[in-house]
């Protein structure tokens, strides 16, 4: 099944993300298997609250795809998306969610809450726990080094 090869490449993204000291979170976006974008976390080196991993790949699959409609598109991403991500992902109209560890803190798509429960006029499907165990590994490890520094 090619969601657990595109989420690697996602898992990938988030590892490029801890090197660089940033939360590891990555995202790629494709369609019908095909990696149209991908993403990762850039808050702390841009400096900019916008920089999460799903809102980069959002905005690469646009400018690549030539607007801003992402019909038949899915996103994966290593942690399901917060609430900022979420609405963008309803408002790009991506087909799919497919993330891998649940976010008990900030989750927007069924751990605090779940958008698709609210009445908007798009409903992306959501499918969790794609490589959970390896996504989970990568933040715990980022934090725990963090802790030990």
Do not use: Q
Not at 75 to 101: H, K, Q, S, W
């Amino acid at each position: 099944m090619y969601d657990t090869e595109i989420m690697l490449l996602a898992l990938r993204e988030a590892k490029k993300a801890a090197a660089e000291g940033e939360v590891p979170v990555g995202a790629v976006i494709a369609r019908e298997g095909e990696v149209i974008a991908t993403g990762r976390n850039r808050r702390e080196n841009e400096k900019n609250a916008l920089c999460h991993a799903e809102i980069e790949a959002i905005n690469k699959a646009c400018k690549k795809l030539g607007g801003w409609r992402l019909n038949g598109c899915d996103i994966y991403v290593t942690l399901e998306p917060c609430p900022m991500c979420a609405g963008a992902i309803i408002n790009a109209r991506l087909d799919r969610v497919i993330f891998g560890a649940y976010d008990e803190k900030a989750g927007s798509f069924g751990s605090l809450v779940n958008f698709n429960d609210l009445n908007y006029n798009h409903k992306p499907e959501i499918i969790g726990s794609v490589l959970e165990n390896e996504c989970k590994e990568v933040l715990v490890n980022f934090f725990s080094s963090l802790r030990n520094c």
